[in-house]
């Protein structure tokens, strides 16, 4: 049985352990290395990571798109520039329209261009070309939210994309393995359910929490 994480910041100080070791036996520069966490739970988890490796720590903001009346099942996600990725499965056994679709992402774009301004202001995201990128989340359910991030981060072309995560299905993680050079994973429960459900405490992170520690990064 897996044990459950206290909180977010406990899940990212346990990650950092890994992640530490990790680029130790790849020997991979640390002058290289980029942290980027996915608003806004991936936040908390991400600043230990980058705190431990003593690296700057950036947001990759990605809008999971979820089906109406039930939020937390994704159909799919959104990021910046338009790039949307779907969960075909869902779409099709619920079988939702591509009116719904276009609707539902219309209004996470929105909510996207918000967060952006938000949590960054005027400053400009960080340059991750020819960088190693270590992606974090609080969790990986269906995956199709961390897609949405891989697909806008290749397109900057950077040097490696590591995704860290304290939770995820086991194969969900196999098939990321596909997609990234690496996958750092604490926990691999089946069945996985709720990512909530293996956090003791997995109160929202708040704007506000976010902003804080991005500015403790920066």
């Not at 939020?71 to 790039?83: N, P, R, Y």
Request: with cysteine.
């Amino acid at each position: 049985m897996s044990n459950k994480f206290r909180d977010r910041t406990q899940a990212g100080q346990i990650l950092a352990q890994e992640v530490q070791q990790y680029i130790h036996k790849a020997n991979i520069n640390h002058q290289n290395i980029l942290v980027l966490a996915l608003p806004r739970g991936g936040v908390p988890v991400a600043f230990p990571v980058a705190k431990t490796l003593d690296v700057p720590l950036d947001i990759c903001i990605v809008r999971k798109l979820g089906v109406p009346g039930h939020k937390e099942l994704a159909m799919g996600a959104i990021a910046a520039h338009g790039v949307i990725i779907l969960n075909h499965d869902v779409i099709e056994t619920l079988a939702i329209s591509q009116e719904t679709i276009d609707l539902v992402a219309a209004e996470e774009l929105q909510e996207l261009s918000r967060r952006d301004h938000a949590y960054r202001g005027d400053k400009p995201p960080i340059n991750v070309h020819q960088k190693t990128v270590i992606l974090i989340d609080d969790g990986i359910a269906t995956g199709s939210t961390i897609r949405a991030a891989i697909t806008i981060l290749k397109q900057q072309q950077p040097d490696k994309i590591i995704i860290a995560t304290p939770i995820a299905p086991p194969d969900v993680c196999q098939q990321l393995q596909l997609e990234v050079d690496d996958v750092i994973c604490l926990q691999t429960p089946e069945p996985m359910s709720a990512i909530g459900l293996w956090y003791d405490d997995f109160t929202q992170t708040t704007d506000d929490q976010v902003r804080e520690l991005l500015t403790g990064s920066w």
